[in-house]
């Protein structure tokens, strides 16, 4: 405190603080208290105009940026509040878009007084303190960055939506992060379209045993029996597996009802699982969809809610790495929850895997000091707690113990009397000894390779055992086609390529979606019959408009954000 009462002493008035939203704006405001004047700037408060180009193309791409309509309304305001600041604090997201916020401020604003570029990564006491106590200056580089990202945006949607226009119809916009998503839900669609479906069957072996358990057929004569993976889109098995039809299907079944069906191999292995890295953007977008079945859009604004209210850290980053100060927390709260066993034996240190990660911020995690769902479970809606829970298992699962177990494999052998033909089974079933991460996150584990794991108990048997056999029973099955993109599995697809950013992504989707380009079946996105026009017509005369690897281009081969914008206009 004594901090904040000599800032408040350098002139006659208080230090206005000005973050982005009002949300924040009133959160931030209990923790300064009365000396300080925090105000809300409610996002960018300069754009390039609505109309025009406003890029001077010729003189090195210098941009012309004017106030918004309500910027003008915000800056009237905060300069007659500049009047009687002693200092001012720039106290916007600390990546591109909210350092470009801040510089934008500065340049209307001019003040004449002292000012400081704030930043923290969670609205707590602690947070806010330091952050006062440790102002920087605005970052260039990431003024640089967001402004390269704008004009490139411009460039692209200025010059290229009016072909769209003329050629495909009027209302239409093309995009650097939009085209290339709409063109993955294209082909994906495509290859739904030239997909022939193939039928298969498979035979069950269902074993009298106790506990009873499930065997399939796997191989006939020593070829291996095909399964849906094995078939290509024409519809045509691989040459190297034996497709079952439904007459041989029902053959082999019959003949092996009375068959002796003996146990030929017992493999037992050990069973380990690690947990996921604790949230970042895209993760928490995919299983926001997966598990609680809300949009990217839903995710993110329930998680900037979340933020605002000083619940979670900053949501818009594409780090896993957790402060000392919260590692420490989340390893007090295992030990004291559920015992010391339950811990990994050092703290992990996850690393990102994103394409192009900038790694500005930590992972998305609840604020310290950390508080359960059960303690706040008054303070937020349905769908709050629910994202919140969901990070909150996350985040403690990162640093908690392999789950272990055991993994038992069997491999039965028969001889069915159609045709005497050889043919084994194969189940397999995983026994937990110690759940480990899996504690935490009960039924919402998402690690995904949990969810194949079947966990059915098998017998104790030995090679050479006879297995009684309750039934055999052939069942048919068809091909399916590529699953269609859902938002979560396209926010996968678009990190894997590097396309776009963790703070567009949400939006991209939702755009996408209200210029008609993408209707929702379900969870499915779906591109109309406009979305083929604009795909063929960019694929035939804007393929590098297009290409995945573009944004990997630019980061590889380009060194200056000239050099970048110079690219994209000669594409264009």
């Not at 420490?328 to 010391?340: L, V």
Request: charged share 25%; hydrophobic share 35%.
């Amino acid at each position: 405190m004594a901090t904040k009462q000599s800032s408040s002493s350098a002139g006659n008035g208080r230090p206005l603080v000005i973050v982005e939203s009002p949300a924040k704006a009133k959160t931030i405001s209990k923790f300064l208290g009365s000396e300080f004047d925090v105000r809300a700037s409610v996002g960018h408060v300069a754009d390039l105009p609505s109309k025009g180009l406003a890029v001077d193309v010729d003189n090195g791409f210098k941009p012309t940026y004017e106030l918004t309509d309500r910027g003008r309304q915000v800056v009237k305001e905060l300069r007659a509040a500049l009047k009687d600041a002693s200092e001012l604090y720039l106290a916007t997201d600390e990546d591109r878009e909210g350092e470009a916020i801040s510089w934008h401020l500065l340049q209307h604003l001019k003040p004449k007084i002292p000012v400081k570029r704030m930043v923290f990564h969670e609205i707590t006491r602690s947070a806010i303190d330091h952050a006062v106590d440790n102002p920087r200056e605005i970052d260039d580089g990431l003024v640089d960055a967001a402004e390269t990202r704008r004009i490139l945006d411009r460039l692209y949607g200025y010059e290229v939506s009016p072909i769209l226009w003329r050629k495909v119809n009027r209302g239409l916009s093309a995009g650097r992060v939009q085209s290339p998503s709409i063109r993955l839900i294209v082909e994906r669609e495509r290859e739904r379209i030239a997909f022939i479906s193939a039928g298969y069957w498979s035979i069950d072996l269902n074993a009298a045993t106790s506990p009873a358990f499930t065997a399939r057929l796997v191989a006939v004569d020593g070829t291996k029996v095909a399964t849906g993976k094995d078939f290509g889109a024409d519809g045509k098995p691989s040459d190297k597996v034996a497709a079952l039809d439904q007459v041989r299907a029902h053959a082999l079944a019959e003949g092996l009802r009375n068959a002796t069906v003996s146990v030929r191999s017992v493999d037992t292995k050990p069973y380990r699982s690690s947990p996921k890295a604790p949230f970042m953007t895209s993760t928490l977008q995919q299983e926001g969809g997966r598990r609680l079945r809300l949009s990217s859009s839903q995710v993110m604004r329930t998680a900037q809610g979340l933020y605002e209210r000083g619940f979670i850290t900053y949501m818009r980053t594409d780090n896993v790495i957790l402060s000392d100060e919260a590692l420490s927390e989340t390893r007090s709260i295992i030990s004291s929850t559920y015992g010391d066993a339950f811990l990994s034996d050092q703290p992990r240190r996850h690393t990102s895997k994103s394409k192009n990660a900038q790694e500005a911020h930590e992972a998305i995690r609840p604020t310290t000091p950390m508080r359960s769902p059960r303690e706040i479970a008054n303070e937020l809606d349905r769908q709050e707690l629910a994202l919140y829970t969901l990070i909150w298992q996350r985040t403690l699962a990162s640093q908690m113990a392999d789950a272990r177990g055991t993994t038992l494999s069997l491999r039965l052998g028969a001889v069915s009397t159609h045709e005497n033909t050889d043919c084994e089974f194969t189940a397999s079933g995983t026994t937990i000894e110690f759940e480990g991460h899996r504690a935490v996150l009960a039924d919402l584990d998402s690690d995904e390779d949990n969810e194949n794991e079947n966990e059915e108990l098998l017998p104790a048997l030995a090679v050479g055992d006879v297995v009684p056999v309750e039934s055999c029973t052939p069942e048919g099955h068809n091909t399916n086609p590529p699953a269609r993109f859902t938002e979560a599995s396209l926010v996968k697809r678009l990190e894997e390529l590097g396309i776009g950013r963790p703070s567009t992504w949400a939006s991209i989707i939702q755009t996408i979606q209200d210029r008609g380009y993408v209707w929702k079946k379900g969870q499915a996105l779906v591109p109309t019959w406009t979305a083929f026009a604009v795909v063929g017509l960019l694929e035939d005369h804007f393929d590098d408009l297009v290409d995945y690897e573009l944004t990997d281009r630019k980061s590889t081969r380009l060194n200056s954000s000239h050099q970048i914008i110079s690219y994209a206009v000669f594409c264009l």
